[in-house]
């Protein structure tokens, strides 16, 4: 599930694949691109915003810069080949954009929002985010008061809302929320100590940085790497109770009804 790790990860890849290359080619295979032609730009980085990927370019005819972005969502992908090797991740009919660099070839499958926009105007596509986890100027100050801005959201909700904070997806709000034994269904007005929280779910994400595996636990083998996501009906790795999965703000969540009391009506 690519939450901010997988996006920020993604964003290596781009920038090792890509950073530094004139492009040799490129295929947009969405309507809004279909024309577009990259052959001769300059890759200048990559980055990552929230589950946002930005990567930058320099256009040759007059050094202008822009940035090409897209959106994972739930299924989409980034991978890069090298040059003759098969693109063998995804079928080729999930294939949105194809960017060929001499020494590699960069493929999005299944991307979501591609947009070219002139750098300057990025704020446009990642503005109203909330502080970035995984950013060097992550501001968990900022974070928490965005989240109490809205007391009487839920929490659950309210850590998946990237206006608030930027990163977390079901799993790690999942996770987060187990960790701190705190109802999903809790307004924010209710939680406590939100900047431990906001604190723990950085922790987290940062943790599972340069891999492709998603662990809370601590543990990388398979069926162990999470404490209730994924995991409904299964005995809470604490005490026993089945986890629940619910739907709530129309995403599901997981929780441990017994180490996530709800607060009494
Ligand atoms: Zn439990």
Redesign the pocket.
């Known amino acids: 599930m690519p939450e901010g790790d997988t996006v920020w990860n993604t964003a290596r890849v781009l920038e090792r694949a890509l950073a530094g290359a004139r492009l040799t080619g490129s295929d947009f295979r969405v309507p809004r691109l279909a024309t577009t032609d990259l052959t001769g730009w300059s890759v200048r980085e990559s980055a990552s915003r929230g589950k946002h990927l930005l990567l930058r370019l320099e256009a040759p005819a007059d050094g202008s810069r822009w940035t090409l972005h897209s959106h994972l969502r739930m299924d989409g992908a980034w991978r890069a080949y090298a040059p003759g090797e098969r693109w063998a991740a995804r079928p080729a009919h999930l294939i949105r954009v194809v960017l060929r660099a001499p020494t590699a070839t960069a493929v999005g499958y299944h991307l979501h929002e591609v947009a070219l926009v002139p750098t300057v105007e990025e704020a446009r596509l990642v503005g109203h985010l909330g502080p970035d986890l995984l950013s060097d100027d992550w501001d968990p100050a900022e974070a928490v008061r965005r989240l109490s801005a809205r007391p009487d959201t839920a929490i659950g909700p309210a850590l998946l809302d990237q206006r608030n904070l930027a990163g977390v997806g079901n799993l790690y709000k999942s996770e987060v929320l187990f960790l701190r034994g705190i109802d999903p269904r809790t307004p924010v007005r209710d939680v406590p100590d939100l900047r431990g929280m906001v604190a723990l779910a950085r922790e987290l994400l940062a943790a599972n940085r340069g891999r492709w595996i998603q662990s809370t636990t601590g543990s990388l083998r398979r069926g162990q790497t999470s404490y209730v996501y994924g995991r409904r009906a299964q005995p809470?790795?604490?005490?026993?109770?089945a986890v629940r999965k619910e739907e709530l703000g129309e995403r599901v969540t997981y929780w441990?009804p017994?180490?996530?009391p709800g607060t009494p009506a």
């Open positions: 809470c790795r604490r005490c026993g109770t441990c017994t180490c996530q």
